[in-house]
């Protein structure tokens, strides 16, 4: 049997073992969606979750694959007599029943919230001692998704094992519902979820939650990037660069089924800059983290759209092989910002189909002439410029190069633009990809351009990837073998 036969049936064979280990078969990619928080916090309702998942579905997000409408923190008003949870009958006047049946309508999920402690972060009633009854009223209420915080958690931390056992106890309660429930758990890292949590849950938070800024040092997230592994207090208000670098030596964690779970994106917010926005969008794709929009999707601007739309990174988020990309180097560099940081990073990772992804990460204060050699892209395949990949020539693909304008993304707000086109093979078509309609894996394997972005140049065997890219930037591209001239038998 051909070896690249017997990967395929090893690959296949490691998926399904994921699947069972889960018990959910869920998030066989890293799961999509949007989540109240970051925008509006405790100010939660029905209308809110209604009115933005209708706009999800106006601006096309849906068929993109963004599936999850999550209601975070602050939805109840307590217990019943029985113990029961209680939703909030004047911010949920219909019951979550309805919100539910509402959103399933629209072929969207829904999402709760609860910890694993006695309160939930803004103190209301929580599921630790409850977690079976509180099982069974999320799947009454026809919950998809729960998203499990840490906080008032009575001590029962400090080792893998005490967290992991507090943990599995809601993901037993959910899988004996006999309703799937992506089980999210949102721990911040603590007691190093990344050993434990793949046979319990489909995703787990790795770091102290995000906030909307680029590289910002803030003391209430105490430990720095190069802390990530051994971070005593996870904390919150953590720049996209300081989560980032506290992933880079656990990226391999993440698996089908069960994914490194960076936080929800900022995109849209107005910390950062449009630049500083791609690069964490395109950072989150590329190390397969779950894709939660945290914007105030009503308010949208052209240029958040265009960037949360951009199919050709949405299919390395996506991508079947589920492998993360990973950080070939990262330089310290002179050019710091007025946060007193700067530095630059190359991260690349094998894709499915043989192709490779590249980003190069410009967090200098100034725009950078970047390059990345073959050999450091391949070095997982042989270090010392002795991978086999080196020597053969590959096409480049700027997974940005299509990105949609603000005309046709300010029109698609508007109610003048179509977000829900037929899949296309026009570049100009391509932001309109309906991965409802062809998934991400079928769309690549019909080489559909809308997911491969633009041909800009060919990097020559043991050449080097070029790119002048912006400060707070990144490039980002796909590297695709380019096939061997056929050759000509000499004339006798």
């Known amino acids: 049997m051909a070896l690249s036969k017997l990967l395929k049936l090893a690959v296949t064979a490691l998926l399904a073992l994921k699947t069972q280990a889960s018990d959910n078969g869920l998030a066989i990619t890293p799961q999509m969606g949007w989540d109240n928080w970051n925008a509006f916090g405790c100010d ?27 209601l975070d923190d602050c939805w109840s008003v307590g217990r019943s007599d029985n113990g029961t949870l209680m939703p909030n009958s004047t911010r949920f006047p219909n019951g979550m029943g309805h919100v539910a049946d509402r959103l399933h309508s629209m072929n969207l999920g829904f999402g709760m919230y609860s910890s694993a402690g006695t309160l939930t972060c803004a103190r209301y009633p929580a599921s630790l001692g409850y977690e079976e009854q509180d099982a069974k009223t999320f799947a009454s ?7 499990y915080d840490n906080c008032y958690n009575e001590g029962q931390s400090g ?23 992506l089980y ?19 995703s787990w938070r790795m770091s102290g939650d995000v906030f909307d800024y680029f590289d910002r040092a803030d003391p209430r997230c105490p430990c720095s990037g190069d802390e990530g592994y051994n971070c005593a207090l996870p904390g919150f208000h953590c720049s996209v660069m300081n989560i ?41 794709a590329a190390v397969k983290s779950p894709l939660i929009m945290g914007n105030d999707i009503r308010v949208m601007t052209p240029q958040a759209l265009s960037i949360l739309s951009n199919p050709a990174v949405l299919a390395i988020s996506q991508d079947p092989a589920g492998s993360s990309a990973f950080q070939r180097w990262r330089y310290l560099v ?4 007025s946060d007193g940081q700067g530095e630059i990073q190359m991260w690349s990772g ?11 990460l410009n967090a200098a204060n100034s725009d950078m002439m970047m390059n990345a050699t073959l050999a450091d892209i391949f070095i997982d395949n042989g270090p010392g410029g002795t991978a086999p990949e080196i020597k053969q020539s590959w096409d480049v693909y700027d997974l940005w190069a299509n990105r949609m304008s603000d005309e046709v993304a300010g029109s698609i707000i508007n109610g003048t633009g179509m977000a829900n086109a037929t899949n296309t093979t026009d570049s100009t078509m391509s932001m309109q990809y309906n991965a409802t309609e062809t998934s991400y894996a079928d769309g690549l394997a019909s080489n559909n351009t809308a997911l491969y972005g633009n041909m800009t140049t060919t990097v020559k065997a043991m050449g080097t990837l070029t790119a002048n890219v912006p400060k707070h930037g990144v490039a980002m591209y796909r590297l695709r073998p380019q096939a061997p001239a056929t050759q000509k038998r000499d004339e006798l």
């Not at 029905?46 to 998942?53: C, H, K, P, Q, R």
């Not at 080792?159 to 429930?181: E, H, S």
């Not at 089924?257 to 969008?281: I, R």
């Not at 094998?350 to 190069?360: H, P, Q």
């Open 184 to 202: 999210s758990l949102c721990n911040w890292g603590e007691d190093y979820p990344w050993k434990w949590a793949q046979t319990i849950s489909n």
């Open 159 to 181: 080792t893998p094992q005490i967290t992991y056992n507090r943990y599995k106890k809601m993901g037993d309660a959910l899988n004996a519902t006999g309703r799937p429930i």
């Open 141 to 147: 209420w026809g919950v998809d998704y729960l998203k």
């Open 244 to 284: 980032l670098n506290k992933l880079s030596s656990f990226a391999d964690k993440g698996i089908p089924g069960a994914w490194n779970d960076l936080d929800m994106l900022e995109v849209g917010n107005g910390g950062m800059t449009d630049d500083e926005y791609k690069s964490h969008f395109s950072m989150w």
């Open 44 to 70: 939660v309702s029905e209308d809110l979750l209604l009115g933005t998942a209708q706009k999800i579905v106006d601006y096309g997000l849906r068929d993109l694959g963004y599936h999850y409408v999550i």
């Open 334 to 337: 002179n050019s710091t910002d």
């Open 350 to 360: 094998a894709l499915d189909n043989g192709d490779y992804v590249v980003v190069l």
